[in-house]
């Protein structure tokens, strides 16, 4: 009846290891810290993990700059601990999936390094080399010239070789003096782009790939993966409203699909596994065509953008509404109906913390956490639960930049600042509450012992003070709480195929708060109703859906086991409905 697959009735957890769980007191989580935890993510009711990047790493991204590719860095654990967190995965009906950073690697890799070190080098084709340009060749004046711009060596005085902009903030370029030319590099300057027009590179990646499957995994969530094809000459950005100058070039590029149907075709398709493309930037249209590609699904970001400023700007504030919301995901529902498959997901390692986002993070933190679950857990596709989200984890409390360890934050805080870009010192704190990626990454909370349970030593990254009320222990306790809620949903998902399979259909509305649809499957109809507000309101849903029903999941006491003709919605209130 249904094209089945393991990956689409599954719910991924993921796991960001530097902030889960310290076993060894060095305050930073571990491997063997994940393992003790596993019956905890058993009894949840979670069927995947995905682990953030364990890779040997200087650090610079928390492991998004990998030296080497098929070792564990000893922060984290030997590969002994790595092998029995996967069997102690596989022993509880549980999978793991592996994150691939192909777009780049750190400077420290020794493929890097041997790049690096002449222009004659075997391996200096492995990342992207070019002369400067001239100012004349450039058409800059000495005057709008500032060598501090490119942390220029004394006495040269060249530009980049074209205006691409790194995610981080500052030119996509740096200049090494020991050959005198320049690297590309869309993240920090540590995490040098490899160049996958060199076939050499891509048949290594294969085999590194293929390594891992047959080390057991069950897959890979792929970063920054539609960044890996750069166009021919590399020519400068078009486009002034792009995420980031040169984006237009370089987001879905010319041979994308090439390099990922050959990864496809030469790798994935030999083991039953599931990939999940990160896109920096992707439209449904090309959503399909990785899918085609054979890719599972893709991470898109579309409507994690809704609260950017003027101009798609991330560094500075807009105001997301629930029509946006609606809107951008039932164009994702509706776009992949048939024929691809979405990804779900409001939080994530680099993004803030959702109950402080989509929900009201004070009088109604639980309500409204559990409404996002609700939402979460109940459009098609795969979902994506982030480490913290069962309990209602919250953005951190920046008090000062002196607490902000990402990378990301701090280079485009300090660029904005060069330009002049933010003006106050309190307007920057505001954006950093609000944006950092560190808002994520704050410790688990586990129990209200000191430093919540996470470590016994300093933990890297302070504990968010809300602790001593919001945490593991806690939650056990407490009957309502968001935690014993989503193991709710995720075991009445289970029991019923239509939470999968069935169809999105939107229920049409002028309510500027509630969001309502169904999900339709040949033989059987779910109602979601879902009030995004902290005012109690009033719904109308649609004739069709008026009888009785079944109250399959709400979050607050409701014994009516019908859907009346007119609906009292209080505060954050989420019902989900078996029709008879
Ligand atoms: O953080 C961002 C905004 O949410 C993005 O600019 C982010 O850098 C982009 O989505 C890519 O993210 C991935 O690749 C980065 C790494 O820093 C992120 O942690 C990772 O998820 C570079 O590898």
Same mark, same amino acid.
């Given at each position: 009846?249904?094209?089945?697959?393991?990956?689409?009735?599954?719910?991924?957890?993921?796991?960001?290891?530097?902030?889960?769980?310290?076993?060894?007191?060095?305050?930073?989580?571990?491997?063997?810290?994940?393992?003790?935890?596993?019956?905890?993510?058993?009894?949840?009711?979670?069927?995947?993990?995905?682990?953030?990047?364990?890779?040997?790493?200087?650090?610079?991204?928390?492991?998004?700059?990998?030296?080497?590719?098929?070792?564990?860095?000893?922060?984290?654990?030997?590969?002994?601990?790595?092998?029995?967190?996967?069997?102690?995965?596989?022993?509880?009906?549980?999978?793991?999936?592996?994150?691939?950073?192909?777009?780049?690697?750190?400077?420290? *890799?020794?493929?890097?390094?041997?790049?690096?070190?002449?222009?004659?080098?075997?391996?200096?084709?492995?990342?992207?080399?070019?002369?400067?340009?001239?100012?004349?060749?450039?058409?800059?004046?000495?005057?709008?010239?500032?060598?501090?711009?490119?942390?220029?060596?004394?006495?040269?005085?060249?530009?980049?070789?074209?205006?691409?902009?790194?995610?981080?903030?500052?030119?996509?370029?740096?200049?090494?003096?020991?050959?005198?030319?320049?690297?590309?590099?869309?993240?920090?300057?540590?995490?040098?782009?490899?160049?996958?027009?060199?076939?050499?590179?891509?048949?290594?990646?294969?085999?590194?790939?293929?390594?891992?499957?047959?080390?057991?995994?069950?897959?890979?969530?792929?970063?920054?993966?539609?960044?890996?094809?750069?166009?021919?000459?590399?020519?400068?950005?078009?486009?002034?409203?792009?995420?980031?100058?040169?984006?237009?070039?370089?987001?879905?590029?010319?041979?994308?699909?090439?390099?990922?149907?050959?990864?496809?075709?030469?790798?994935?398709?030999?083991?039953?596994?599931?990939?999940?493309?990160?896109?920096?930037?992707?439209? #449904?249209?090309?959503?399909?065509?990785?899918?085609?590609?054979?890719?599972?699904?893709?991470?898109?970001?579309?409507?994690?953008?809704?609260?950017?400023?003027?101009?798609?700007?991330?560094?500075?504030?807009?105001?997301?509404?629930?029509?946006?919301?609606?809107?951008?995901?039932?164009?994702?529902?509706?776009?992949?109906?048939?024929?691809?498959?979405?990804?779900? *997901?409001?939080?994530?390692?680099?993004?803030?913390?959702?109950?402080?986002?989509?929900?009201?993070?004070?009088?109604?933190?639980?309500?409204?956490?559990?409404?996002?679950?609700?939402?979460?857990?109940?459009?098609?596709?795969?979902? @994506?639960?982030?480490?913290?989200?069962?309990?209602?984890?919250?953005?951190?409390?920046?008090?000062?930049?002196?607490?902000?360890?990402?990378?990301?934050?701090?280079?485009?805080?300090?660029?904005?600042?060069?330009?002049?870009?933010?003006?106050?010192?309190?307007?920057?704190?505001?954006?950093?509450?609000?944006?950092?990626?560190?808002?994520?990454?704050?410790?688990?909370?586990?129990?209200?012992?000191?430093?919540?349970?996470?470590?016994?030593?300093?933990?890297?990254?302070? #504990?968010?003070?809300?602790?001593?009320?919001?945490?593991?222990?806690?939650?056990?306790?407490?009957?309502?709480?968001?935690?014993?809620?989503?193991?709710?949903?995720?075991?009445?998902?289970?029991?019923?195929? #239509?939470?999968?399979?069935?169809?999105?259909?939107?229920?049409?509305?002028?309510?500027?708060?509630?969001?309502?649809?169904?999900?339709?499957?040949?033989?059987?109809?779910?109602?979601?109703?879902?009030? @995004?507000?902290?005012?109690?309101?009033?719904?109308?849903?649609?004739?069709?859906?008026?009888?009785?029903?079944?109250?399959?999941?709400?979050?607050?006491?409701?014994?009516?086991?019908?859907?009346?003709?007119?609906?009292?919605?209080?505060?954050?209130?989420?019902? #989900?409905?078996?029709?008879?």
């Amino acid at each position: 009846q249904y094209d089945r697959a393991w990956w689409k009735e599954a719910v991924v957890y993921q796991i960001y290891p530097r902030s889960f769980n310290d076993s060894n007191g060095d305050g930073v989580g571990d491997i063997p810290g994940i393992v003790e935890k596993l019956d905890y993510l058993e009894e949840l009711g979670v069927d995947v993990i995905w682990l953030n990047p364990v890779y040997e790493s200087p650090g610079v991204d928390n492991g998004y700059d990998i030296a080497d590719y098929r070792s564990i860095n000893e922060r984290y654990g030997t590969m002994a601990d790595w092998e029995e967190l996967l069997a102690g995965l596989h022993e509880r009906g549980m999978r793991l999936i592996m994150d691939l950073v192909v777009n780049h690697t750190s400077d420290e *890799h020794e493929w890097f390094q041997r790049s690096r070190s002449s222009t004659d080098s075997e391996y200096r084709d492995y990342y992207i080399w070019r002369e400067g340009r001239s100012l004349e060749e450039a058409g800059v004046s000495a005057a709008e010239f500032d060598p501090a711009d490119y942390h220029l060596p004394r006495g040269v005085y060249e530009l980049p070789p074209n205006d691409w902009e790194s995610f981080f903030g500052g030119s996509a370029w740096t200049y090494d003096e020991e050959t005198g030319e320049w690297y590309l590099h869309l993240f920090d300057e540590k995490q040098p782009d490899l160049n996958w027009q060199n076939e050499a590179v891509r048949e290594t990646i294969y085999e590194m790939m293929e390594w891992w499957l047959q080390k057991g995994i069950d897959g890979f969530r792929m970063d920054v993966i539609n960044l890996i094809s750069k166009p021919e000459g590399l020519p400068n950005g078009e486009d002034s409203d792009a995420i980031v100058r040169g984006a237009d070039q370089f987001v879905n590029g010319p041979n994308v699909h090439d390099y990922v149907a050959e990864m496809h075709d030469r790798v994935i398709s030999n083991y039953d596994a599931m990939t999940v493309g990160e896109m920096a930037e992707v439209s #449904v249209e090309e959503a399909k065509k990785f899918n085609e590609d054979g890719m599972s699904m893709v991470f898109n970001f579309d409507h994690l953008r809704l609260d950017f400023g003027p101009e798609g700007d991330r560094w500075s504030r807009g105001e997301w509404t629930v029509d946006g919301l609606r809107e951008t995901l039932t164009e994702w529902q509706e776009g992949l109906e048939g024929d691809g498959w979405n990804s779900l *997901h409001f939080n994530n390692h680099d993004e803030p913390r959702m109950v402080s986002r989509f929900g009201d993070d004070e009088e109604y933190r639980r309500e409204s956490a559990k409404l996002l679950a609700t939402l979460l857990l109940t459009l098609k596709g795969t979902p @994506f639960m982030y480490q913290g989200e069962e309990i209602g984890m919250q953005n951190y409390p920046f008090e000062s930049l002196t607490e902000v360890r990402d990378v990301d934050t701090l280079n485009n805080v300090r660029v904005a600042r060069q330009r002049g870009r933010l003006e106050s010192e309190e307007e920057i704190l505001d954006l950093v509450q609000y944006r950092s990626r560190d808002n994520a990454r704050t410790p688990m909370q586990w129990h209200d012992d000191e430093h919540a349970g996470f470590t016994d030593g300093d933990p890297w990254m302070p #504990v968010n003070p809300n602790y001593t009320e919001v945490n593991v222990a806690a939650a056990r306790r407490d009957e309502e709480s968001v935690r014993r809620y989503y193991r709710h949903l995720l075991s009445v998902r289970d029991e019923h195929d #239509v939470f999968v399979y069935g169809d999105y259909v939107l229920h049409p509305t002028d309510h500027d708060r509630v969001w309502a649809y169904s999900r339709v499957a040949p033989d059987a109809e779910l109602f979601v109703v879902l009030n @995004f507000s902290s005012a109690a309101t009033t719904y109308v849903p649609p004739a069709n859906v008026v009888g009785e029903a079944e109250l399959l999941v709400g979050n607050y006491d409701n014994p009516i086991g019908r859907i009346n003709d007119t609906l009292d919605m209080r505060p954050w209130e989420a019902r #989900v409905y078996l029709l008879d």
